[in-house]
C-alpha cells in the first residue's frame, strides 16, 4: 500500500524567504511519482512539480524545487522568495501503478 | 482553451436519489481520475481509467460507479447518496506518460463540485 505523510499542519514564512514543506512516503513499488500541488483559497489544484523515482537530478520549475532524497523517501518541496500569493494548501503525492495517493495538506500562510 | 470541466459545479440533494456529476476533457488525455476532498483528509483517489471501456477502483469506490464510454467523458455516478459522501469532488485528466515517467502524470484538475446529501 502506498503511503504520504506530511506532518506539518501549518507553515508560517516571512515574504521573499525560502519555505521546506515536508513530505515523506511509503511504497514498495520500484517505479513511482512524486507530486506537488497548490490549492488556493479558491480551491482550484494547481500543479506544481513532478519527481520521478529513477530521476537522478532533482526536479525544478521556476520558484520550486524538490529535494528528493531516495534512501529516506522523503519529497520535500522548496520554495524559494515566497510571495503572497504562495499562501495557499500544499499537497505532496504518490504515484504509481495509475493510483495517485496524497497527503494531508499543509497550509502555508506568507507574511508580509 | 485545455481544459477539464464538470458539471453541476454545486449540488444539494437528498438521501437516496441518484445523481451523475458529470467530466469533460478536450485534451485529448487518455487517463482520467475522480478524487473526494474532505476536511483534514486531504484528497482520496474513488476511481480511475486509463483508457475508454478500462476503468479501475481507487481507494475510496464504495457507493461509487463511473464508466468511460467516450475519450473526452468520465462521469461519476452515485446511485443512492448518503450523507457521508457530502464531499468537495474533483475530476482530473492526464497524458499517458512518455519515457521513464511513471503513471499517473501531471494531472489537470476540474474546478471541482460541491456535493451536499441531506
Known amino acids: 500500500a502506498q503511503k504520504i505523510t506530511q506532518t506539518q499542519p501549518g507553515m508560517f514564512v516571512q515574504e521573499k524567504e525560502a519555505v521546506t514543506l515536508d513530505c515523506t512516503y511509503d511504497t514498495s513499488d520500484p517505479s513511482y511519482g512524486l507530486f506537488w500541488y497548490k490549492q488556493p483559497s479558491s480551491g482550484e489544484m494547481i500543479f506544481l512539480i513532478y519527481q520521478g523515482s529513477y530521476d537522478q537530478q532533482n526536479a525544478t520549475e521556476g520558484r520550486y524545487s524538490l529535494n528528493f532524497q531516495k534512501a529516506r523517501k522523503s519529497a520535500n518541496l522548496v520554495i524559494s522568495a515566497s510571495q503572497l500569493g504562495d499562501s495557499a494548501m500544499y499537497f505532496c503525492a504518490l504515484g504509481s501503478n495509475y493510483k495517485l495517493t496524497f497527503g494531508k495538506g499543509t497550509l502555508l500562510t506568507v507574511n508580509p | ?118
Not at chain 2, 458539471?7 to 487517463?31: A, D, F, W
Not at chain 2, 476503468?55 to 457507493?63: A, H, W, Y
Not at chain 2, 448518503?82 to 512518455?98: G, V
Open chain 2, 1 to 118: 482553451e485545455a481544459q477539464v470541466t464538470q458539471n453541476p459545479r454545486y449540488l444539494i440533494t437528498v438521501t437516496g436519489k441518484k445523481l451523475t456529476v458529470t467530466c469533460s476533457q478536450n485534451m485529448n488525455h487518455e487517463y482520467m481520475s475522480w478524487y473526494r476532498q474532505d476536511p483534514g483528509l486531504g484528497l482520496r483517489q474513488i476511481y480511475y481509467s486509463m483508457n475508454v471501456e478500462v476503468t479501475d477502483k481507487g481507494d475510496v469506490p464504495e457507493g461509487y460507479k463511473v464508466s468511460r464510454k467516450e475519450k473526452r467523458n468520465f462521469p461519476l455516478i452515485l446511485e443512492s447518496p448518503s450523507p457521508n459522501q457530502t464531499s468537495l469532488y474533483f475530476c482530473a485528466s492526464s497524458l499517458y506518460p512518455s519515457g521513464d515517467q511513471v503513471p499517473p502524470y501531471e494531472q489537470y484538475f476540474g474546478p471541482g463540485t460541491r456535493l451536499t446529501v441531506t
